[in-house]
T-cell receptor, first 115, second 115 residues
Framework: DTAVSQTPKYLVTQMGNDKSIKCEQN?????MYWYKQDSKKFLKIMFS???????INETVPNRFSPKSPDKAHLNLHINSLELGDSAVYFC??????????????FGEGSRLTVL | GENVEQHPSTLSVQEGDSAVIKCTYS??????FPWYKQELGKGPQLIID?????GEKKDQRIAVTLNKTAKHFSLHITETQPEDSAVYFC??????????????FGSGTQLTVLP
């Protein structure tokens, strides 16, 4: 199936630990994103990569480090996890500018719970 | 930066009635206004969008209107059905670097359609 897939879907961990969330898209899109959705459902962009190059980096603690090994993958690594990092993290992708309708294609989310 | 406000935060309607969700935006340069539907446990999915050169767009039971002068846009769902129950997000954006489109989302509306 063509899709944006994220793993893991659920992640429960202790404060201070380091964890990663992986994202892959097989839609052939050039741009990938990480969004954070808090407990009040508010969606906020964290990062965007275009062809492995970082182009959007919102005010996010430097404990969060995205890595894009190729244009189909965008992983999110989080160091020294804090309680406030608990949220659902969504990966998304969009096609290149020439064919960019503006639509974002979201994964199903990774629910991170920090204890 | 862009600021998008969305109302109401919760909306309950009887099956068959209409539902209206309203959003305002702050950046007059924004030119793309999508609406996303997020079902429980899923990622947001685009349901309709409108660009600033159009005042209204309709797709079956869903319509969106845009008033550029007042900087507000609305989602209208007619003949609501239980499967319309979800969280709906409005968003606004302008073209960004590369092919990235930095969407600013509203705070979401939980729509419940009562059978």
């Amino acid at each position: 199936d063509t899709a944006v897939s994220q793993t893991p879907k659920y992640l429960v961990t202790q404060m201070g630990n380091d964890k990663s969330i992986k994202c892959e898209q097989n839609l052939g899109h050039d741009t990938m994103y990480w969004y954070k959705q808090d407990s009040k459902k508010f969606l906020k962009i964290m990062f965007s990569y275009n062809n492995k190059e970082l182009i959007i980096n919102e005010t996010v603690p430097n404990r969060f480090s995205p890595k894009s090994p190729d244009k189909a993958h965008l992983n999110l690594h989080i160091n020294s996890l804090e309680l406030g990092d608990s949220a659902v993290y969504f990966c998304a992708s969009s096609p290149r500018r020439r064919t960019n309708t503006g639509e974002l294609f979201f994964g199903e989310g990774s629910r991170l719970t920090v204890l | 930066g862009e600021n998008v406000e969305q109302h109401p935060s919760t909306l309950s309607v009887q099956e068959g009635d209409s539902a209206v969700i309203k959003c305002t935006y702050s950046d007059s340069a924004s030119n793309y206004f999508p609406w996303y539907k997020q079902e429980l446990g899923k990622g947001p999915q685009l349901i309709i969008d409108i660009r600033s050169n159009v005042g209204e767009k309709k797709d079956q039971r869903i319509a969106v209107t845009l008033n550029k002068t007042a900087k507000h846009f609305s989602l209208h769902i007619t003949e609501t059905q239980p499967e319309d129950s979800a969280v709906y997000f409005c968003a606004a954006s302008k073209a960004g670097a590369g092919s990235a489109r930095q969407l600013t989302f509203g705070s979401g509306t939980q729509l419940t359609v009562l059978p």
